[in-house]
């Protein structure tokens, strides 16, 4: 059974919605939380006063999340965003190195891509078998690395790599950890304290919307970071009668927060984590990982191609599949219910803590009638 009932979620009835890695159903008590919204708008400052209640309340939810002081959270506008804020935190010189898997989502690549007109170099550890080796990775790196990036969990094969061997190799060449955990963070843990920064969008396992992505940093090692774009909501304040040049920015991760952050999508994502809140999170990750057994073993019997590890320290709650028009199947899914991501030439279903067995046996059944099993002969 599913660790939130289907009824909780707009638009489920009568589907297997199986595509969290690309998009989260909608909560319906987002609906209110969107009504509570619009009528602290109205409500003048004391109103403002209270939408900014739930700003704080939001960061520590994510803070305890990650395991982290909410100090150190700050909410951009996406993922992206912060990405480029931590590759922009590094006082990168000619000669240095950045380490990164090729596999790698576009977000992370194209901020150290920039960084080529600087002499510096991007190290490509390639995957194999689509598997990146952690200790590939620390073969990679050097005195000179500055920087290694890495997804927690793979946007394209569901990999989960072991975030403590990651700070370990950072650690040892004096390098800086920078994680995007946004297949991660709502159905797998992630530990902050490990990270010299995190990033993660919310609309994805955190169950939230668009316009809202969280940076996490550690100061202690990166440093008080430099906004990278600077605005009113930077700074502590303003000398008036005085300097008005003068910046004196935030002492908390709020200076990275040029303006007004999407406090809309923070009443989604604080009513999203308060639901999750009340699920174990031990029970979402072992639910994800029960059902991914299921689609691997499933989609193995029948001759197609697992990109996923099977062990389950090494998955999360994406199972992802090799398929040669991957876009027409997803559609072929979709008529008979079935809910999936296509892309770059593979199929990615997605598990979280509304679905069920269910969901599994109705994937199977929609992809069996449009996509036959490989024979076993034609296997080998």
């Known amino acids: 059974m599913s660790l939130i009932p289907k009824h909780e979620f707009v638009g489920l009835e009568g589907v297997a919605h199986l595509c969290t890695g690309g998009e989260a159903p909608w909560l319906r008590s ?65 000669g240095d190195n950045a380490v990164l898997g090729d596999l790698e989502y576009p ?12 002499s510096v170099e991007a190290r490509v550890v390639r995957a194999v078998g689509g598997r990146l080796d952690l200790e590939d990775v620390a073969r990679a790196a050097d005195a000179r690395t500055r920087l290694i990036l890495v997804s927690q969990v793979s946007f394209l094969t569901g990999q989960r790599v072991d975030l403590a061997r990651c700070a370990e190799i950072a650690r040892a060449r004096g390098a800086r950890l920078v994680v995007d955990a946004t297949h991660a963070l709502g159905v797998a843990p992630v530990p902050g304290e490990l990270c010299d920064a995190v990033v993660s969008s919310c609309y994805k396992w955190l169950l939230g919307a668009h316009g809202v992505g969280i940076f ?49 999508g923070l009443f989604v994502l604080d009513n999203a984590l308060e639901r999750l809140e009340r699920v ?4 979402v990750l072992e639910h994800a990982l029960d059902l991914g057994a299921e689609l691997i073993a499933g989609l193995a019997g029948r001759g197609h191609r697992v990109l996923t590890p099977t062990p389950r320290e090494e998955r999360a709650g994406n199972v992802c599949f090799a398929a040669a028009d991957a876009e027409a199947l ?51």
Not at 59 to 80: E, M, Q, T, W, Y
Not at 107 to 118: E, F, I, K, M, N
Not at 343 to 354: E, F, K, M, N, Q
Request: aromatic residues 6%.
């Open 30 to 94: 987002h609906d209110e939380a969107c009504r509570r919204f619009g009528a602290l708008k109205s409500g003048g400052m004391a109103g403002r006063d209270q939408v900014f209640a739930v700003y704080a309340r939001a960061k520590a939810r994510v803070a305890r999340l990650l395991g982290i002081d909410p100090a150190r959270v700050a909410f951009l506008a996406h993922a992206s965003e912060g990405l480029n804020q931590a590759v922009k935190a590094i006082d990168w010189r000619p």
């Open 107 to 118: 977000s992370v690549v194209y901020p150290v891509a920039a960084l080529r007109p600087r």
């Open 216 to 264: 996490a940093y550690d100061p202690a090692r990166l440093g008080e970071l430099e906004p990278a774009t600077i605005g009113w909501h930077s700074a502590a304040g303003r000398d008036l009668l005085g300097d008005p040049l003068a910046v004196r920015l935030r002492p908390d991760a709020a200076r990275l927060e040029a303006g007004n952050p999407s406090l809309l």
């Open 280 to 283: 174990d999170r031990r029970a």
């Open 330 to 380: 997803c559609a072929a899914l979709a008529a008979r219910g079935v809910l999936v991501w296509a892309g770059d030439g593979r199929i990615r279903v997605s598990a979280h803590l509304y679905n069920d067995r269910d969901d599994v046996a109705r994937f199977f059944d929609a992809l069996d009638a449009v996509a036959p099993a490989v024979p076993a002969a034609a296997r080998l």
